[in-house]
């Protein structure tokens, strides 16, 4: 993108993620007695970027009847950019999942919340575009040429050209992973979504997206998730001063506080008749099977840009 001096012009910054405030600081803070804020983050306001995130769902239960105790949530996110000067290139999500009053481990016991099954897990490819590629090799072939006894080298190139088409997408890719800045042993406690535009569209990452996330819990404790953005965006250069004033302004929000044994579902997917298995009865006493199961539908309703 042209930023005015001929150079394209790349921000890349760095939030966690929170509803906004007043004069845009991107921060919140956890009511008295608040549990499971749902609204995690809704700010239009960073020159032409739209960042958000939700929580759509929360059940609390069983992996299988009579199993262990876990816990499902599905995460949605929305990272918009208004048009191609505000467009986002690529992003990670971070989401840490840590035991409410984060407990030292003893004797092998760990107090945080285990990452077993998440969707999307691995590469999830969208927006596949063929673009026509020329590949051109040059080859230099020399010789010698004699004329009244004098030694003449001659070199010339010749090309050799092949034209082919390769495909270019838009990707999401989630890892299941152990937060190394919290502990360096013990079971995973984190995940990370990967966007990534199709480069050759340059339409952006994708629109809207969601994370379903079933985690095993050692007990009926609270527990909490943190979740962080890091962003690459082109913008204007005379936009760039406005990021980097709002973003510094922006306190750390409030983690997300879970409490096992109060579901919930928000307001937009339980009114919503195409919400499909979203927003239909989940089987608290089943829940190991809900994460492919969801992630089926949820494949189909992905924006790619």
Same mark, same amino acid.
Not at 26 to 38: D, F, S, Y
Not at 152 to 179: C, P, V, Y
Not at 213 to 224: A, E, M
Not at 285 to 293: C, D, E, P, T
């Given at each position: 993108?042209?930023?005015?001096?001929?150079?394209?012009?790349?921000?890349?910054?760095? #939030?966690? /993620?929170? *509803?906004? !405030?007043?004069?845009?600081?991107?921060? %919140?803070?956890?009511? $008295?007695?608040?549990?499971?804020?749902?609204?995690?983050?809704?700010?239009?306001?960073?020159?032409?970027?739209?960042?958000?995130?939700?929580?759509?769902?929360?059940?609390?239960?069983?992996?299988?009847?009579?199993?262990?105790?876990?816990?499902?949530?599905?995460?949605?996110?929305?990272?918009?950019?208004?048009?191609?000067?505000?467009?986002?290139?690529?992003?990670?999500?971070?989401?840490?999942?840590?035991?409410?009053?984060?407990?030292?481990?003893?004797?092998?016991?760990?107090?945080?919340?285990?990452? #077993?099954? /998440?969707? *999307?897990? !691995?590469?999830?490819?969208?927006?596949? %575009?063929?673009?026509? $590629?020329?590949?051109?090799?040059?080859?230099?072939?020399?010789?010698?040429?004699?004329?009244?006894?004098?030694?003449?080298?001659?070199?010339?190139?010749?090309?050799?050209?092949?034209?082919?088409?390769?495909?270019?997408?838009?990707?999401?890719?989630?890892?299941?992973?152990?937060?190394?800045?919290?502990?360096?042993?013990?079971?995973?406690?984190?995940?990370?979504?990967?966007?990534?535009?199709?480069?050759?569209?340059?339409?952006?990452?994708?629109?809207?997206?969601?994370?379903?996330?079933?985690?095993?819990?050692?007990?009926?404790?609270?527990?909490?998730?943190?979740?962080?953005?890091?962003?690459?965006?082109?913008?204007?250069?005379?936009?760039?001063?406005?990021?980097?004033?709002?973003?510094?302004?922006?306190?750390?929000?409030?983690?997300?506080?879970?409490?096992?044994?109060?579901?919930?579902?928000?307001?937009?997917?339980?009114?919503?008749?195409?919400?499909?298995?979203?927003?239909?009865?989940?089987?608290?006493?089943?829940?190991?099977?809900?994460?492919?199961?969801?992630?089926?539908?949820?494949?189909?309703?992905?924006?790619?840009?």
């Amino acid at each position: 993108m042209d930023s005015g001096n001929g150079e394209d012009d790349q921000y890349s910054f760095k #939030i966690p /993620l929170g *509803p906004t !405030g007043e004069d845009f600081q991107l921060h %919140t803070k956890n009511g $008295v007695g608040e549990i499971q804020r749902a609204n995690i983050i809704d700010d239009s306001s960073c020159s032409g970027l739209h960042l958000q995130a939700e929580i759509d769902r929360i059940v609390h239960g069983t992996d299988t009847e009579n199993g262990v105790p876990v816990t499902l949530i599905v995460f949605g996110f929305h990272l918009n950019g208004f048009n191609d000067n505000r467009r986002i290139k690529s992003a990670t999500i971070e989401i840490l999942f840590q035991d409410l009053q984060k407990r030292v481990p003893d004797e092998g016991h760990y107090y945080d919340p285990e990452v #077993i099954a /998440l969707w *999307p897990q !691995g590469a999830l490819q969208l927006s596949e %575009t063929s673009v026509e $590629v020329q590949d051109t090799k040059g080859v230099e072939v020399g010789g010698d040429a004699g004329a009244m006894g004098l030694s003449i080298n001659t070199a010339f190139k010749t090309e050799r050209q092949r034209r082919f088409m390769q495909a270019d997408k838009a990707t999401i890719h989630g890892s299941i992973r152990l937060d190394f800045d919290v502990r360096k042993h013990g079971p995973k406690n984190a995940i990370r979504l990967q966007l990534h535009e199709n480069k050759t569209g340059r339409t952006g990452v994708v629109n809207h997206t969601r994370a379903v996330v079933l985690l095993q819990r050692k007990n009926q404790d609270q527990f909490t998730a943190t979740v962080k953005v890091d962003a690459s965006a082109d913008i204007l250069s005379n936009a760039k001063r406005t990021l980097q004033n709002l973003f510094g302004m922006a306190e750390e929000n409030d983690p997300v506080i879970f409490k096992p044994g109060v579901d919930y579902i928000s307001r937009s997917i339980s009114l919503d008749p195409d919400a499909g298995a979203l927003g239909a009865y989940i089987d608290d006493k089943n829940l190991g099977l809900q994460v492919h199961k969801l992630g089926v539908e949820l494949k189909a309703s992905i924006s790619p840009s």
